[in-house]
């Protein structure tokens, strides 16, 4: 067991045997949330309510889960809570959208996966943190349809290519349902883990306060470093590159192009 496990386990046993003080903070957030209803947020007003809150420790620390329903999508989103949140200010918050073939599968054709692994391990060990984990697949557009997509750039398309030959923006995805999570969660003010200024926009767009910013760094992936450079160079992301670092900020940009460059070169 490695000392970070001892820890985790440490602080569950610490808990258990607590009076349950860390979950004073949002078990009623179900009761008031039951009859919830609001002019929704966003171009598609979406509203949500906390369904269910309960304890999650995990193998980067100890979590509570809470989920939500929306009156949109029909998805279940969820948020990782770690220590208390609720009406305070500066929580460090990071927003995720789901990456099945990433997060689960492992996939070398975006770092999804590392950004969802560092993020929780750096929120279990702040004071605080919630990360929001949105069920917006494949930059938005699904799937199956991220799916088609790299079925189409394996031809040659890059990323952009392939999502408008299906039909699609670059980017599908909607942070409303993030800014109505925060808002449920009586979060008074959030800094933001990113890179990306436009996601911070989006987020104060949609009234909710980002009073800071914690650049999400992950460690360097030799399979793709250069690729990253050239990205961040080309886009608007707040990055540097010391050596053996990069700041990919997931999905924040056509991350699947960087997988086509880790495999290797594309098939003809
Ligand atoms: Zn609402
Ligand atoms: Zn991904």
């Known amino acids: 067991m490695t000392e970070r496990d001892e820890q985790v386990r440490a602080d569950v046993n610490a808990e258990r045997s607590g009076p349950e003080a860390g979950e004073l903070g949002l078990d009623d957030l179900v009761a008031h949330n039951r009859e919830h209803e609001c002019d929704g947020f966003g171009r598609s007003k979406v509203c949500v309510r906390i369904i269910g809150v309960a304890r999650l420790p995990t193998r980067f620390g100890l979590f509570r889960i809470v989920g939500f329903w929306n009156n949109r999508d029909g998805k279940e989103h969820v948020a990782m809570i770690h220590g208390d949140v609720r009406g305070k200010e500066h929580v460090p918050t990071r927003v995720h959208s789901e990456c099945l073939t990433g997060d689960v599968m492992g ?3 975006c770092d999804c996966r590392d950004q969802l692994e560092q993020g929780l391990q750096k929120l279990s060990s702040l004071e605080c943190g919630m990360l929001l984990y949105l069920r917006q697949e494949g930059r938005g557009i699904g799937l199956l349809n991220k799916i088609r ?8 398309l890059d990323t952009v290519e ?34 990306n200024p436009d996601k911070v926009n989006q987020l104060k767009a949609h009234g909710i306060n980002v009073a800071g910013r914690i650049p999400h760094q992950i ?50």
Do not use: C, W
């Open 107 to 109: 996939s070398y054709r």
């Open 149 to 156: 997509a790299y079925a189409l750039q394996d031809r040659g």
């Open 162 to 195: 392939a999502n408008l030959a299906l039909g699609f923006r670059d980017d599908e995805r909607d942070y409303s349902i993030a800014a109505h999570m925060i808002a449920s969660l009586e979060v008074k003010s959030i800094d933001l883990m990113t890179n």
């Open 219 to 268: 460690p360097a992936n030799p399979h793709n470093q250069a690729y990253l450079e050239t990205k961040a160079n080309r886009s608007g992301h707040l990055m540097n590159f010391p050596p053996q670092t990069r700041l990919p900020d997931q999905g924040d940009e056509p991350l699947a192009e960087s997988a086509g460059d880790a495999a290797g070169p594309r098939p003809a």
